[in-house]
């Protein structure tokens, strides 16, 4: 299995612009998490989604972040317009049901300017 | 809520042993550990439970009290490669798969 997929590894936007993260979880996992990494908050939770549907957005920080799962397969984090201080590690994750151990994806260091 | 780790930081010797904590005011649903060396993912290394759990692999084992809201990382014997940062992540009764993660242990293993 090639473990969940990320891209793109590395982005540089310039602030106002949106930026789409993408992510691919292992196949016949039901859950998907996307997860935001900083040395001054750590690992934090954005959203989760059980079966493609959301159930948790309330690490969301504002409305200019967005994310969809539109099938089993496919997620993406939204920025729009994205900001300086959105610049972090961003982390998509995955498990095989609900209660299970998250295999996450190598990351998205996203580098606003 | 998050829960606490401890200690933040410890350097060992390589063959020395170390326990990281992990502990929560309210009782758990599961406690997960992770270990991510810099510049890579969170790597999962194992879930407890079940109150007075313990569980392990090769020389890397935890446990979790009996009240549900304290587990422990044990490293044996360590070796180089254990060094990075060890997470715990909690989920409580209502949290769903909701995990919150500690602010991690920084472990360093020098030769």
């Known amino acids: 299995d090639a473990g969940v997929i990320q891209s793109p590894r590395h982005e540089v936007t310039e602030m106002g612009q949106e930026v789409t993260l993408r992510c691919k979880p292992i196949?016949?996992?039901?859950?998907l998490f996307w997860y935001r990494q900083t040395m001054m908050r750590g690992l934090e939770l954005l959203i989760y989604f059980n079966n493609n549907v959301p159930i948790d957005d309330s690490g969301m920080p504002e409305d200019r972040f967005s994310a969809k799962m539109p099938n089993a397969s496919f997620s993406t984090l939204k920025i729009q317009p994205s900001e300086p201080r959105d610049s972090a590690v961003y982390f998509c994750?995955?498990?095989?049901?609900?209660?299970?151990?998250?295999?996450f994806g190598s990351g998205t260091r996203l580098t606003v300017v | 809520q998050q829960p606490v780790q401890s200690p933040q930081a410890v350097i060992l010797r390589e063959g020395e042993d170390a326990v990281i904590n992990c502990s929560s005011s309210?009782?758990?649903?599961?406690v997960h550990w992770y270990r991510q060396k810099h510049g890579e993912a969170p790597v999962f290394l194992m879930i407890l439970l079940k109150g007075g759990e313990q569980k392990g692999h090769d020389k890397i084992s935890a446990s979790f009290n009996e009240k549900k809201q304290q587990s422990s990382l044990y490293l044996t014997a360590s070796q180089l490669s254990y060094s990075g940062t060890y997470f715990c992540?909690?989920?409580?009764?209502?949290?769903?798969?909701?995990?919150?993660f500690g602010e991690g242990t920084q472990l360093t293993v020098n030769p």
């Open positions: 994750a995955s498990s095989l049901f609900e209660r299970g151990g998250y295999t």
């Open positions: 992540g909690t989920e409580n009764e209502t949290s769903g798969s909701r995990l919150t």
């Open positions: 309210k009782a758990l649903y599961s």
């Open positions: 196949s016949g996992h039901n859950s």
